[in-house]
């Protein structure tokens, strides 16, 4: 397999790199003037990859792509209507500063959001639950480990949940479109709701008795993670079933909240066995 490194400047050509007037653009491609930045684009091998074969997905509006790419794109989808030959520079002109797209970017493919009732209680389920989580980097950490280690699913509050686009769904690597996410007014009322339905509540705090691992049993589990600093909200720890913290044998108390997901995670998959 072709390996692409992160990077997205263009190969320098006889003349230093630089444009010059007489080479004419590549036919099909967009005007160089350039655009305004959008906060809707998703880029990167992985996350495109993953956002274009994803059925609970709008189609896309535009996918912007260096030659390359676009063979890609043709060998696993055929031919895609939405695609548009540009080179780095160009791609890089539609997004944040510094994004590293790796020659392909996809703007309008919208991302249906799941229900509460869409999450079976199965045995060992487990559930991944974000109390005013909103660094977009931890969250999307945060669903790439939620999908290594077999999560069904995700809900977040909706007025503090960063857009999974952009840097969020670069760092989840295709796991936005591997995990579905609810979206909640209220997590206590959805805590309520799942409790209801089946589901058990741990609420990861620092001060809590028990460890996890006494605390899973293998039934389907809602983690509940609090923000980094202020942690769980009081009515919603009040919401758990349980609270539970990880041990920290070194002596150092303080995790990083997407590297406290991966390890609460890991356990509970490990309650599963």
């Avoid at 992160?6 to 036919?27: L, M, S, T, V």
């Avoid at 274009?52 to 794109?73: F, S, W, Y």
């Avoid at 009732?117 to 950490?141: I, S």
């Avoid at 945060?142 to 280690?149: D, E, I, T, Y």
Wanted: hydrophobic share 40%.
């Amino acid at each position: 397999m072709a390996h692409f490194p992160e990077r997205n400047d263009a190969r320098p050509g006889k003349n230093g790199g630089r444009n010059q007037g007489k080479n004419r653009r590549p036919q099909g491609s967009f005007s160089r003037r350039p655009e305004p930045v959008a906060d809707d684009w998703i880029w990167g091998w992985h996350a495109v990859e993953a956002a274009l074969g994803n059925p609970r997905r709008g189609p896309a509006e535009l996918i912007l792509a260096t030659p390359e790419r676009i063979k890609q794109l043709e060998a696993k989808f055929g031919r895609l209507p939405a695609v548009q030959q540009a080179d780095n520079q160009q791609i890089a002109q539609r997004l944040p500063q510094g994004s590293v797209h790796q020659g392909i970017a996809v703007r309008g493919a919208t991302l249906e959001d799941a229900a509460l009732a869409d999450f079976e209680p199965a045995p060992g389920a487990v559930l991944l639950m974000l109390d005013q989580v909103t660094d977009p980097q931890n969250v999307g950490a945060m669903l790439r480990s939620a999908a290594a280690f077999g999560a069904v699913g995700m809900v977040l509050q909706d007025r503090n949940a960063p857009r999974f686009t952009g840097a969020l769904a670069k760092a989840a690597a295709g796991a936005v479109d591997k995990i579905p996410v609810a979206r909640v007014v209220n997590l206590s009322r959805a805590l309520d709701e799942l409790t209801d339905a089946g589901w058990r509540a741990v609420g990861l705090a620092g001060e809590a008795e028990r460890t996890l691992d006494q605390v899973l049993d293998g039934t389907p589990t809602v983690l509940v993670m609090g923000s980094e600093g202020e942690g769980l909200r009081r009515l919603v720890a009040e919401h758990c079933d349980e609270l539970a913290r990880i041990p920290m044998p070194g002596g150092f108390e303080s995790l990083n909240v997407s590297a406290a997901a991966a390890v609460a995670l890991y356990e509970a998959s490990r309650s599963r066995g």
